[in-house]
């Protein structure tokens, strides 16, 4: 092996075992200030593979070694490899690396890539602070890394089309729209007469789904289920059908093909989406229809004043971290509750401090925010 062929598989190996992608006490940001001009592209993609990968390092040390040979074609991004496949979102200012990077990754034959649905959006390569690349147990941790995906009985898709005719003709006594999305991403946006899931991990799903209130939105009804991309409904449509308990299963899952990504490509104006899409990148949103006040969910409303807002901040606490709403007025100053203010300021001058959960570490909480105000 060649002095540069090495360099490219120490550097690898390197990023490759790097866990955190942010400094301890630090957290990714939720708005992009950029002076780019946007010709780029964010890529967001998924696969569940029909012949559990073998070797998934090897496969991301590839992909490492691959965009540390061309350091001047910067890919940034989040990629997760499990035995389960791949669930990846990427960013660079050229979009021709782009189409290359893709082209690559499709090379790899385990991954089964070739007919993928690649959601493209303009951004930069500084949507992402870097690139990191993990082997993890499952794609998105559910708590479920043997449960299969595929040929589910009574698990369908729908495409965008079908999502958006059905949701208009369903019978809402006998019909559920269940986001499974964390609720500070369900706040700002969601399908119109939509459940919101009161967790701030997608593991936290299957605890909340135990409790009686939540049953009775799933058990023998058809359940309508979304999600960003689409990557997490695959888990929960055969948990519901598999693992619930026969008698408190649906009858029938529904799910979002493409997720709310593929709803907006279709449906420009917003279709029944109300609100934006939150994205796990540095671009924290990214409005679906009309970006006027009135598209709003009543969701969407401030922290800090209860007044509508999109604008997404996080709790000025110290390390926490609660991804927040605080419009323009209120700007970065709003805690999310007042034990966290309470905590961090009896900090002050304190170099090693232990934040202790608040109020908002529990479903109660974020049932509020996931409420509508009270009229």
Not at 21 to 29: A, F, I, L
Request: proline share 5%; glycine share 6%; charged share 30%.
């Amino acid at each position: 092996m060649s002095n540069s062929c090495k360099a490219v598989a120490a550097l690898a190996a390197s990023l490759m075992l790097t866990s955190r992608r942010s400094k301890r006490g630090e957290s990714d940001p939720v708005r992009l200030t950029c002076a780019c001009d946007a010709s780029g592209v964010v890529v967001l993609f998924y696969k569940y593979v029909s012949v559990p990968l073998g070797d998934p390092q090897s496969i991301a040390k590839n992909i490492l070694a691959w965009t540390a040979s061309r350091p001047e074609e910067k890919i940034t991004g989040k990629i997760r490899l499990a035995r389960e496949g791949i669930n990846a979102s990427f960013a660079s200012s050229n979009a021709n690396v782009v189409e290359e990077f893709i082209a690559f990754l499709e090379s790899t034959r385990e991954l089964e890539l070739v007919g993928t649905d690649y959601k493209r959006e303009r951004a930069c390569e500084h949507a992402f602070a870097s690139l990191s690349v993990r082997v993890v147990e499952e794609l998105c941790p559910f708590g479920e890394p043997d449960l299969g995906v595929e040929n589910v009985k009574n698990v369908t898709s729908l495409s965008p089309q079908a999502w958006d005719e059905s949701l208009r003709t369903r019978d809402e006594t006998s019909t559920t729209v269940l986001d499974v999305r964390n609720f500070y991403e369900s706040r700002i946006g969601h399908f119109r007469g939509a459940t919101l899931a009161p967790i701030r991990r997608f593991s936290q799903l299957k605890d909340w789904m135990a409790n009686e209130d939540a049953i009775k939105r799933i058990e023998g009804r058809d359940v309508f289920i979304f999600c960003t991309g689409g990557v997490r409904c695959e888990k929960v449509g055969s948990y519901l059908m598999e693992k619930l308990p026969p008698e408190r299963r649906p009858r029938s899952v529904k799910k979002l093909e493409g997720g709310i990504v593929a709803y907006a490509r279709e449906f420009e104006d917003g279709g029944l989406f109300q609100g934006s899409n939150y994205v796990f990148d540095a671009r924290g949103s990214v409005p679906v229809g009309p970006t006027n006040k009135e598209n709003l969910p009543e969701t969407s409303r401030c922290d800090g004043c209860a007044e509508p807002s999109g604008r997404l901040s996080k709790c000025v606490g110290r390390n926490c971290h609660i991804v927040l709403i605080a419009c323009e007025t209120c700007g970065d100053t709003v805690y999310c509750c007042s034990l966290c203010r309470e905590q961090t300021e009896r900090s002050e001058g304190v170099d090693k401090f232990k934040r202790r959960a608040c109020e908002c570490d529990c479903f109660e909480s974020r049932e509020r925010r996931c409420a509508p105000p009270a009229r």
